[in-house]
């Protein structure tokens, strides 16, 4: 009997263990089996950025916001926005998107602007998500708006006048521009004055040939190492000599820039000048030529060409030329508008920048 009460023990003892060890091996394959799953399906990755990077418009207006969205994988789900200045709700509202994988996908938004305070530059924030289909937020972007009242100047006309600004436009829509927004100058159409001019702001007007008026290359140096400050506004062809301390000891710095100047400037603007990429343009600027071992700077419609360009001299002397098209694009947004201002504000007065609220 003992024998037997032993082997039924010991039978019993060998099914315990060989069941443990069945779950054991059914643990290990199932967390194999997991791993496997998991690597069939990664994780979806969606981003979302603003198409343009704009970042200025008039208060009050109706515009198109153009974001471009990527996904790892097809998804359909929502964008919905929300437009806010602090706590404070402005706008908000919602739409059906279809993403393929890997296509970047361009979507508009719709807007209605709050209108802004004469004098005053207004912040507010936009926030963009994309929900799944299962309402799962998978992507999101929050970027700041800025709304300009459409008059720069229109809080500040004693100091504009203090200003002295004289235009010399023999093409005339900076003229048109100036009489137009209410920029008070005085009209100069006789080249042979200029060199008169012994202090204030001289604006050369937007598209003036340099190659024609062959006066100004040589002028223009001559005026801003006297002390006048000077604004060569998109030049389209022609050439200036660049300057040196040997010809001008009263030269202090010389400066190229691109794009970027703008937000340097005032970083509430936009780089793009508020203009689509979508719309053609010419990209004139100055580049740097050798000719007869003499530097000069030439005026070429070039990607690659510097639109800003600036001389320093002592005594507030200055000499920009500055081709980003202000006049050409003050109607597109802001920026050029605002820009100009800037620029006034720079060289010639210490105006203090504009409140936000």
């Known amino acids: 009997m003992s024998e037997i009460k032993n082997s039924i023990m010991l039978n019993y003892s060998c099914k315990i263990w060989f069941t443990a060890l069945l779950t054991l091996v059914a643990s290990v394959a199932g967390s194999f089996s997991g791993q496997t799953l998991l690597a069939e399906q990664p994780e979806i990755s969606v981003s979302i950025v603003s198409a343009d990077g704009r970042t200025a418009y008039f ?4 515009t198109m916001l153009t974001y471009r969205c990527t996904s790892s994988s097809p998804i359909k789900g929502q964008l919905r926005w929300q437009l806010a200045t602090g706590s404070r709700t402005l706008a908000r509202g919602q739409k059906m998107i279809v993403l393929d994988q890997d296509q970047p996908t361009e979507f508009q938004l719709k807007i209605q602007l709050p209108p802004v305070r004469e004098g005053v530059i207004f912040p507010t924030d936009m926030a ?95 005026l801003a190492d006297r002390g006048v400050s000077v604004l060569c506004l998109k030049p389209i062809d022609g050439e200036l000599s660049f300057p040196n301390r040997t010809e001008q000891p009263r030269l202090s710095r010389v400066t190229f820039q691109d794009y970027r100047i703008i937000q340097e400037l005032d970083k509430r603007l936009s780089p793009n000048l508020d203009v689509p990429s979508s719309m053609p343009g010419t990209q004139f600027g100055l580049k740097t030529v050798s000719q007869r071992g003499k530097l ?31 006049v050409e694009h003050w109607n597109a947004g802001p920026t050029s ?16 920048p504009f409140n936000s609220e």
């Open 59 to 62: 208060g009050g207006e109706e």
């Open 128 to 222: 963009i998500s994309i929900v799944n289909a299962n309402e799962a937020e998978v992507s999101s972007l929050k970027h700041r708006l800025w709304l300009f009242h459409e008059d720069p100047f229109v809080a500040r006309k004693k100091w504009i006048e203090e200003l002295n600004i004289k235009l010399y436009d023999p093409v005339g829509k900076t003229r048109d521009l100036f009489e137009e927004a209410k920029i008070p100058f005085d009209n100069l159409t006789n080249p042979n004055v200029l060199d008169d001019i012994e202090s204030g702001l001289l604006i050369i007007g937007e598209g003036v040939s340099l190659k024609k008026r062959r006066s100004l290359p040589g002028l223009l140096p001559t």
């Open 296 to 326: 000069k700077l030439q005026v070429v419609d070039s990607a690659d060409a510097w639109p800003w360009w600036q001389a320093d001299y002592q005594d507030q002397g200055c000499l920009i030329v500055c081709s980003f098209g202000l």
């Open 337 to 352: 508008r605002f820009l100009l201002a800037k620029i006034f504000e720079n060289i010639q007065s210490p105006e203090p």
